[in-house]
């Protein structure tokens, strides 16, 4: 049977293998395995890729979004207002600076932040006098929030945008590439991620001098110099190694990432003009650079058995929408408080997506829906 894996890690690094083995070799080599030439190398390359000022590389994505935080000053009591439709990750960053997420739902077509809720949330916190400080913009599956909308509520709260990025490497909204428009974007390189290491790893890409500044010193112990700490910080540097292998990487993530749009393109008219599917919206300013394919239709599990009885693996992201997750009861949500994220949770389905899949791989996982389509429907 024809086997479709969801990513293909195995088939990317056969192609990269010998350039990955150098670099890795020239890093035993160099006995350099924290901080050193690979990393300073590689947040150089990274902010270029972005067209920002500055990237500082630290341990993963989780930590990314915590030390941003912490550097445009969200602490203990802040609210921090972002969606339930995202990785966890998101809102621990936030809970670990003390501060405490608030929700707002998504927009029905992206399923990314709906800017009318957000303002409407921000004006209600404002009028109890609640000390909001921070919008956290997700740009899930690959899609880049409205960052013009959400630009102007921030600008007119005067609040702070933090990206979280892990899904959107060389994403663009309205001619910008993520990372240059605001404070801090927070990326993950995870394995799977479109730009992903042998390991955990991640970046702040930013253009605020001051920021990329604390946050260098936050990842290395808030050390100014060898012995010489500012304030206490963490240890989360971006591993040499693993430096050394996103440079290698990093060098083809604007060929596969054109080739991910080459697929969703596949996909989106192989899938076309079935009534009971919905292919993935791309908003009208947007790049997306489709880390994840997702479709939505009804019946999603019965659907999913039976691409996996075809040999076909797929995901959903995210099953249980962050306010009904057993970690934030506290929070005291119940179902039906983000009926668009709750709904969308039943009726995801994301689809193998990478650089590797073949035309003819997308053509048979469309003819399997179909097929299922027709027989369900
Ligand atoms: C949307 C989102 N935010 C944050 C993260 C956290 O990244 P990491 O796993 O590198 O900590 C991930 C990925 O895992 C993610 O998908």
Redesign the pocket.
């Known amino acids: 049977m024809l086997m479709i894996p969801f990513v293909d890690i195995p088939a990317q690094y056969a192609k990269i293998k010998i350039e990955v083995q150098q670099a890795i070799n020239n890093v035993l080599d160099s006995a350099n395995f924290i901080m050193g030439p690979e990393v300073q190398l590689f947040e150089q390359e990274f902010a270029s890729f972005c067209h920002a000022k500055h990237c500082v590389g630290v341990g993963?994505?989780?930590?990314?979004?915590t030390l941003a935080l912490k550097a445009i000053g969200v602490g203990n009591e802040d609210l921090v207002v972002t969606v339930p439709n995202?990785?966890i990750?998101?809102t621990e960053a936030v809970s670990r600076v003390g501060a405490k997420p608030v929700f707002v739902d998504v927009n029905q077509d992206t399923l990314l932040i709906d800017p009318n809720q957000l303002e409407t949330k921000i004006k209600q916190l404002r009028a109890k006098n609640l000390p909001v400080k921070a919008i956290i913009a997700?740009h899930?599956y690959g899609q880049p929030c409205p960052m013009d909308e959400i630009n102007e509520i921030a600008g007119k709260n005067a609040l702070r945008i933090i990206e979280?990025a892990?899904?959107a490497h060389g994403a663009e909204y309205n001619g910008q590439r993520i990372g240059m428009i605001s404070d801090a974007t927070?990326f993950?390189?995870?394995p799977g991620?479109n730009l992903g290491a042998y390991g955990?790893?991640?970046a702040v890409v930013t253009n605020n001098a001051q920021v990329a500044q604390s946050i260098a010193m936050l990842r290395d112990h808030g050390r100014t110099q060898k012995y010489e700490h500012l304030m206490e910080g963490y240890n989360s540097r971006l591993d040499a190694m693993q430096a050394a292998i996103l440079r290698v990487k990093l060098k083809y993530l604007a060929e596969w990432t054109e080739k991910r749009v080459k697929n969703a393109h596949y996909y989106s008219e192989g899938l076309a003009g079935q009534s009971y599917l919905q292919v993935p919206f791309v908003a009208e300013l947007a790049k997306h650079v489709f880390h994840l394919y997702v479709i939505r239709v009804k019946q999603r599990d019965a659907l999913q058995n039976y691409l996996k009885k075809a040999g076909i693996s797929t995901g959903i992201h995210y099953p249980i929408p962050l306010h009904l997750q057993p970690a934030y009861k506290y929070l005291g949500h119940q179902a039906g408080d983000f009926p668009v994220t709750e709904k969308a949770g039943h009726e995801i389905l994301s689809l193998p997506m990478d650089a590797e899949i073949s035309q003819a791989q997308i053509e048979y996982v469309c003819q399997v829906i179909k097929k299922w389509l027709s027989d369900n429907s």
């Open positions: 993963n994505g989780t930590d990314a979004l995202t990785f990750a998101t997700v899930l979280d892990a899904q927070c993950s390189f995870y991620k955990d790893a991640g």
